[in-house]
């Protein structure tokens, strides 16, 4: 069996996804997602100028060497544009080892370890009353775990996640277009002062059922964020996520020893490289790497399986920029995965992004059944891809108030 030629498409409704497509000589074909938002254009050029040249003419079954060869074969290794190509290559290998078994990935995996995957939703509000009602919509439909974000008073700007106009909360998703950043500023003073409240108050009105997350998006330095995962203690938070920027890993020792907050960290990362010592002294409780821009399937599956010696459970990356195929990827490893712990989960569903990637998968009730059909169980539909190009798009950049810049 042989790859005989290899696509790339990147585009799609209001989000710049990156697609590949690899043809075989059976007539079956794989699809990958190599989607690195705001970046889009560079995995897909990597893909096309350095890739896809060897991919052709070998032998699609072999997924493992094929990860290796890219891998080992760049000399230069890791970093996220190189893993987002190799993972979209990896993800499309094994919808093609799928669709040759006439079986769903998860059974390649190991088979079911449960029916449904838990998911979160992003609730968020200009202030906290907003954000109430958002938390109410979403367990109205059914979710059992959210995730928090609302405006702080007095920040002289709408932060991370969070609307600048009231009202405008459920399904709200931060707008990146532009190729100039936009610019945020952060006061963590003002936050570490009223976002514990904040939670508290979530905790009293919804009860102690729900399961309750909330995202630092890297902002704390380590003393700081000790000081507030201590303090938000009692709520008995899901998770804390990325409570500092992960470069410095002893930051989470300090954290640990002063709280059993859990936390969530990972969503940056690239490769088992950069997670296995936080595994490995067992200073994270989830891990949040991507198959996306993790190096695909292959690779993200040796994370959870390290991570499951570690008792640290998965809860995946699953921002609106991974299209719906690297999301059927990671819900095969959800399915499978006997140390899964959630997942988070944007309402992908319009009827454009529907059009575009037919799935097989179902959302019911705040969880996600995977699909049964054989490979991936998603589809990328090219004449409807045909309408949409690339649009530039950037993350903010934060300052403080007397300018110095901060971390998004
Ligand atoms: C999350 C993330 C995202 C990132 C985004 C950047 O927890 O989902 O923090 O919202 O900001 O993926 O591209
Ligand atoms: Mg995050």
């Given at each position: 069996?042989?790859?005989?030629?290899a696509?790339?498409?990147?585009?799609?409704p209001?989000?710049?996804?990156?697609?590949l497509?690899?043809?075989?000589?059976?007539?079956?074909?794989?699809?990958?997602?190599?989607?690195?938002?705001?970046?889009e254009?560079?995995?897909?050029?990597?893909?096309?100028?350095?890739?896809i040249?060897?991919?052709?003419?070998?032998?699609?079954?072999?997924?493992?060497?094929?990860?290796?060869?890219?891998?080992?074969g760049a000399?230069f290794?890791?970093?996220?544009?190189a893993?987002?190509?190799?993972?979209?290559?990896?993800?499309?290998?094994?919808?093609?080892?799928g669709k040759?078994?006439?079986?769903?990935v998860?059974?390649?995996?190991?088979?079911?370890s449960?029916?449904?995957a838990?998911?979160?939703?992003?609730?968020?509000?200009?202030?906290?009353?907003?954000?109430?009602?958002?938390?109410?919509a979403?367990?109205?439909?059914?979710?059992?775990?959210?995730?928090?974000?609302?405006?702080?008073?007095?920040m002289?700007t709408?932060?991370?996640?969070?609307?600048e106009?009231?009202?405008?909360?459920?399904?709200?998703?931060?707008?990146?277009?532009?190729?100039?950043?936009?610019?945020?500023?952060?006061?963590?003073?003002?936050?570490i002062?009223?976002?514990?409240?904040?939670?508290?108050?979530?905790?009293?009105?919804?009860?102690?059922?729900?399961?309750?997350?909330?995202d630092?998006?890297?902002?704390?330095?380590?003393?700081?964020?000790?000081?507030?995962?201590k303090?938000v203690?009692?709520?008995?938070?899901?998770?804390?996520?990325?409570?500092?920027p992960?470069?410095?890993?002893?930051a989470?020792?300090?954290?640990?020893?002063?709280?059993?907050?859990?936390?969530?960290?990972?969503?940056?990362f690239?490769?088992?490289?950069e997670?296995?010592?936080l595994?490995?002294?067992?200073?994270i409780?989830?891990?949040?790497v991507?198959?996306?821009?993790?190096?695909?399937?292959?690779?993200?599956?040796?994370?959870?399986?390290?991570?499951a010696?570690?008792?640290?459970?998965?809860?995946?990356?699953?921002?609106?920029s991974?299209?719906?195929?690297?999301?059927?990827?990671?819900?095969?490893?959800?399915?499978?995965a006997?140390?899964?712990?959630?997942?988070e989960?944007?309402?992908?569903?319009t009827?454009?992004?529907n059009?575009l990637f037919?799935?097989?998968?179902?959302?019911?009730?705040?969880m996600?059944?995977?699909?049964?059909a054989?490979?991936?169980g998603?589809?990328?539909?090219?004449?409807?891809?045909?309408?949409?190009s690339?649009?530039?798009?950037?993350?903010?950049?934060?300052?403080?108030q007397?300018?110095?810049?901060?971390?998004?």
């Open positions: 069996m042989k790859i005989t030629d696509k790339v498409f990147v585009g799609g209001a989000k710049n996804y990156v697609t497509k690899i043809f075989t000589d059976q007539g079956v074909y794989g699809l990958g997602d190599a989607t690195l938002n705001n970046r254009t560079l995995p897909a050029q990597y893909l096309q100028d350095y890739l040249p060897s991919l052709i003419g070998m032998d699609p079954r072999n997924s493992e060497d094929i990860w290796q060869f890219f891998y080992r000399y290794r890791r970093g996220p544009i893993m987002a190509a190799f993972g979209a290559i990896d993800m499309a290998l094994w919808d093609i080892k040759m078994a006439g079986m769903p998860y059974q390649l995996l190991g088979g079911k449960r029916e449904g838990m998911v979160y939703a992003h609730a968020t509000g200009a202030d906290l009353e907003d954000l109430m009602d958002s938390v109410a979403y367990i109205e439909d059914g979710y059992k775990a959210v995730r928090v974000q609302c405006g702080i008073p007095g002289p709408a932060s991370y996640a969070v609307p106009e009231k009202g405008d909360s459920k399904n709200y998703m931060t707008n990146f277009s532009g190729i100039r950043p936009k610019v945020e500023v952060w006061d963590s003073d003002r936050y002062r009223y976002m514990p409240d904040a939670l508290a108050e979530i905790r009293d009105r919804f009860g102690p059922e729900l399961h309750i997350l909330h630092v998006h890297h902002r704390l330095l380590p003393r700081e964020a000790a000081e507030f995962a303090a203690e009692p709520i008995r938070l899901f998770w804390l996520e990325d409570p500092t992960a470069e410095d890993q002893d989470l020792r300090l954290i640990r020893q002063h709280s059993t907050t859990p936390i969530a960290i990972g969503e940056v690239n490769s088992i490289w997670c296995n010592k595994i490995e002294n067992e200073l409780d989830y891990i949040r991507a198959a996306t821009y993790g190096g695909g399937i292959t690779h993200l599956k040796r994370i959870v399986d390290l991570a010696l570690h008792h640290v459970k998965t809860g995946f990356h699953g921002a609106p991974h299209s719906p195929i690297s999301m059927a990827a990671q819900a095969h490893l959800n399915a499978w006997p140390n899964f712990g959630i997942q989960y944007l309402v992908l569903g009827p454009e992004c059009a037919p799935s097989e998968h179902r959302m019911e009730n705040g996600v059944f995977v699909s049964e054989p490979g991936l998603v589809d990328f539909d090219e004449n409807e891809a045909a309408q949409y690339y649009q530039p798009g950037s993350h903010p950049v934060v300052r403080l007397d300018g110095t810049l901060w971390n998004y």
